[in-house]
């Protein structure tokens, strides 16, 4: 069987003896495992939608035997339906064959029956995340469910249980931890080493998520730029990787212009923060992909000010720029084949003395005007010089951008799918299947050719809003970012929508969701 350490999350695992690290251990569910609580699938196999008549996966008999209970009786008197999420819990007695002791070694408190639906890699996460929050606050959890799963079936179960668990206690200046400590160790009963580089995996792209949901999470009154670039810092230390940071001066005197005008009404100035990853194998032939994200860390709106009901949950506005530090957190455990370059540009947008003003023109890292008619537009801003100091510097392969950049994406497509620009049709594709496959769904949206006028200005190479304002602005707002790529090949990931989650969902805990580390990470694994 598989000893998975789930915790502590990728930030602090980086720094722990056992991080990343799982044991082969000797046997079954339900004889030896050292887990508080035992687990099986249960399986409807009824098409559409009939009546349903669940099963018991594998491993389901063996825990029967040696606790000496009946859990197909148990799914009927709970009338079970054996659907993807569905929990049925059993206390195990405390005298008898089904004591708590088993074999008169290990304690089971309770045996917990989770459904799996049609089994595919959804259920499975839908399960994970379901009977994660069954048994909040056990230490050791056995399972027999990923048996007869597929590598994908097992990822997406591991990943579910991890990620439902997430919760915060903030201390300011301190590391942020669970505000209730989640699962330690995940034991798949039943599976070999063979299985080991898969189950390891999964652990590693969920801690990366959870990793970026702590940076989503923390308060603004903590959490300016430069706190970023430290939490970068860490992960450079951490992840083996080169990390370069440049302060406000820097970026002035080499010509960061929308990063220096947006940070310029805050007293916390601006950074762009820059990680490399290079595999060990690395040659001059080796793909560099450059991922992009959006660190504004916190967003009034500027001058052009937010509504007071609209600005509470910008904390959350450097969600692309977590992404970036989750991805970047993970890829040398994943060992990751291809060059990878994390831009974070970072900034606090704030209505100060020496605020922007709407109608001000700034000149763009690689030398294009704008004139800024809207001061709450800024993240294109700022990504606009990350972009075009990584298709000048950089020489990258592709390009793939991460930001809560418009409303208008959450107004087209709510809060599963992310809305994916591009201008290359495999890179979509790509992006596409690594999300489906992540469990990050991405919806392309088109680059309309007649908008591009909508952006033109009497004083300036280009506006950074839509003149008109007649709808469209994710679109539009693509169409800003797309002339600072030239020619590479490049994604636009507007996750304003995925990025945030009204209410516990499956894998998604209320607030900010990482959006986008296991899609990009699952494309970086995946990269030919």
Do not use: C
Not at 30 to 38: C, I, P
Not at 127 to 135: D, E, S
């Amino acid at each position: 069987m598989l000893a998975l350490p789930v915790w502590p999350s990728s930030a602090e695992a980086a720094t722990a003896d056992e991080a990343g690290e799982s044991d082969v251990e000797e046997g079954v569910a339900g004889t030896d495992t050292g887990a508080d609580v035992e687990t099986a699938g249960t399986l409807d196999d009824t098409p559409g939608d009939g009546a349903s008549s669940p099963w018991i996966g594998p491993g389901g008999a063996e825990v029967m035997d040696a606790l000496g209970i009946d859990l197909l009786a148990l799914l009927e008197r709970e009338r079970a339906t054996g659907k993807a999420g569905e929990v049925v819990s059993m206390p195990v007695l405390s005298e008898g064959r089904g004591a708590g002791s088993v074999d008169g070694e290990v304690d089971v408190e309770r045996v917990v029956l989770v459904g799996l639906g049609d089994g595919s890699a959804r259920a499975h996460r839908k399960a994970g995340a379901a009977l994660a929050r069954k048994v909040r606050g056990v230490d050791r959890l056995a399972s027999t469910v990923t048996t007869a799963s597929g590598d994908e079936g097992m990822r997406a179960f591991i990943e579910g249980v991890v990620l439902a668990t997430f919760g915060l206690n903030l201390e300011r200046g301190a590391p942020v931890k669970p505000a209730e400590l989640p699962l330690h160790t995940l034991v798949l009963a039943g599976e070999g080493d063979d299985r080991e580089p898969v189950a390891g995996s999964a652990v590693a792209v969920a801690r990366a998520a959870w990793f970026a949901r702590e940076l989503v999470h923390m308060p603004s009154n903590v959490k300016d730029p430069a706190w970023l670039a430290e939490r970068a810092r860490d992960v450079a230390r951490a992840a083996q990787l080169d990390v370069h940071v440049r302060d406000e001066k820097k970026l002035a005197a080499e010509g960061f212009g929308g990063l220096v005008a947006v940070g310029m009404g805050s007293s916390r100035p601006p950074r762009l923060v820059a990680l490399r990853y290079e595999p060990a194998d690395a040659g001059a032939r080796t793909p560099h992909v450059v991922i992009v994200g959006k660190g504004i860390t916190f967003d009034t709106g500027g001058l052009s000010l937010k509504p007071r009901t609209s600005m509470a949950q910008m904390k959350t506005d450097m969600s692309g720029a977590a992404v970036v530090l989750g991805v970047l957190s993970a890829v040398r455990e994943l060992n990751v084949g291809v060059r990878v370059t994390g831009l974070v540009a970072a900034a606090e947008n704030m209505p100060g003395a020496s605020a922007q003003r709407p109608g001000d023109v700034i000149r763009q890292y690689d030398g294009t005007t704008v004139e800024v008619l809207n001061t709450d537009a800024e993240g294109r801003l700022v990504l606009a010089d990350a972009m075009a100091y990584a298709v000048a510097e950089l020489e990258p392969t592709a390009v793939v951008d991460v930001a809560t950049l418009t409303g208008h994406a959450t107004q087209g497509l709510g809060r599963t799918h992310a809305a994916l620009f591009a201008n290359d049709d495999a890179l979509a594709r790509a992006l596409t299947d690594a999300g489906e496959s992540a469990g990050e769904r991405m919806w392309r949206m088109p680059l309309v050719e007649e908008y591009r006028q909508t952006l033109e200005s009497p004083v300036a190479d280009v506006a950074n809003i839509d003149r008109s304002r007649r709808g469209g602005g994710s679109i539009t707002a693509a169409l800003f970012l797309e002339r600072f790529v030239r020619e590479v090949p490049w994604a636009h990931l507007d996750i304003a929508g995925a990025g945030r989650a009204d209410k516990d969902s499956a894998e998604l805990v209320k607030g900010g969701t990482a959006f986008g580390v296991r899609a990009l990470l699952r494309y970086l694994e995946s990269y030919a």
